[in-house]
């Protein structure tokens, strides 16, 4: 089945990451209009920048521009659209249908895919966003593959985009007002503070007496009522494109290089493989909550991560690999170590997975160290393998 892989980048190094490790396609924001404003976004420099890259190496680059737009947002946003057609972006990701009506008057060839946030749960509502002339649909999250089922083959000629990992917002796809009331920034302008990942204590305190703070326990498990799992579809990724998803989606644009890295590389080989289930234990190496298929077989009550906001992964995140030459390898510091450790490489190639034991190391100045502590600094280590510009180094807990 041809089917596509699409990942989040925060930025460009970000942006060539995912695209090394395989995805076929990414989603990036601008510096304005996105959901996601803290995360380093693209200045227009930079997003043509990103779209000329992404065509030369064969792949596509969407745009989000879906908040709930205002008035003076609205020729702002004209503006953009237009920006977005000039620079061959392949498609806008919308939600709110005042910046779709935006789209169509100023930039009528631009691509527009309708966003999560639009709630898009049934086929009425799919077929009337094809009849306003949506390419593709990104299903919300609280669908079950039946359902998906249901609305490709009551709409089959619009492309439907589902995601397939990553975190989940324990509100309705995404539209909540707990960042709004809390911390007075607007999640549904892009300023989300993820205040249901807080650990929550109530008081008692009334003219008499005053309790002081209480934890909140939930059948003793802790004190983290809103925090929901992390999405992980890889065991089901056919079903998905039997149900007629054509594009599975990738959650992180404020997520690590590592993580990124680690989670396209898993999800290509699954599907490169025919859908191999076995990269489960490779989804476990970077950071991540409990995981859940969410409402995708069916009704789901286990959905909220009661005992942490999130889980180490089970491996550290090393190093870049800058270059690789003549039985050495030089890497930029992004997690401690020192001679003695063995490292693991994460890579598109057959050189993943592979190890070595670092034995000497050298600084940029050439001052041979057994402790490679300075971050971003790039360190010249023995390596018996031929690594590539881009791989990963990390190591086993």
């Known amino acids: 089945m041809n089917v596509e892989l699409l990942a989040p980048a925060g930025n460009f190094e970000k942006l060539k990451t995912a695209f090394y490790f395989g995805a076929d396609a990414a989603y990036i924001g601008g510096k304005d209009f996105s959901l996601r404003s803290f995360a380093d976004n693209f200045t227009r420099d930079e997003l043509s920048a990103a779209v000329k890259l992404a065509h030369t190496l064969g792949k596509k680059v969407y745009v989000t521009a879906n908040i709930f737009a205002k008035n003076k947002d609205l020729a702002l946003l004209e503006d953009y659209f237009a920006f977005l ?24 060839e631009l691509q527009l895919h309708i966003s999560t946030q639009a709630n898009l749960t049934n086929k009425y509502a799919v077929k009337f966003w094809r009849e306003q002339g949506a390419s593709r649909v990104v299903l919300a999250r609280e669908l079950s593959l039946e359902e998906i089922s249901e609305i490709h083959a009551a709409v089959p000629d619009i492309e439907i985009e589902a995601f397939v990992h990553g975190a ?26 993820q205040s249901c990942r807080w650990n929550y204590q109530i008081r ?25 799992k992390d999405l992980n579809m890889s065991a089901h990724l056919e079903k998905l494109a039997s149900a007629g998803v054509s594009s599975f989606k990738i959650e992180g644009r404020m997520k690590s290089e590592y993580y990124l890295a680690t989670v396209i590389n898993a999800y290509r080989r699954c599907i490169d493989n025919g859908f191999d289930k076995t990269v489960e234990s490779e989804l476990l190496t ?6 859940t298929t969410a409402y995708a077989l069916g009704e789901n009550h286990s959905t909220v991560n009661y005992t ?26 992004r997690g401690r170590f020192k001679t003695g450790d063995v490292l693991e490489v994460l890579s598109p190639s057959e050189n993943f997975k592979k190890s070595f034991s670092v034995n000497t190391a050298f600084t940029s100045t050439g001052e041979q160290v057994s402790d490679c502590k300075l971050v ?19 190591r086993r807990k």
């Open 376 to 394: 971003q600094e790039h360190y010249k280590i023995n390596c018996p393998l031929s690594l590539a510009k881009g791989d990963i180094l990390r």
């Open 286 to 291: 970077a950071a991540h909550r409990d995981y």
């Open 85 to 108: 057609q000039s620079a061959g972006a392949d498609a806008a990701i919308v939600s709110d249908s005042g910046a779709i009506y935006a789209a169509k008057k100023a930039a009528p």
């Open 204 to 228: 008692k305190s009334d003219e008499k007496s005053d309790s002081g703070w209480l934890d909140i326990c939930e059948d003793g498990k802790g004190t983290y009522l809103l925090n929901s």
């Open 308 to 333: 942490d906001s999130q889980t180490k992964g089970d491996c550290d995140y090393v190093a870049n690999v800058v270059e690789c030459a003549d039985g050495f390898a030089t890497v930029e510091m």
């Open 168 to 193: 989940m917002c324990i509100s309705y796809s995404g539209r909540c007002l707990l960042s709004d009331y809390l911390a007075h920034r607007p999640s549904n302008r892009g300023e989300c503070v």
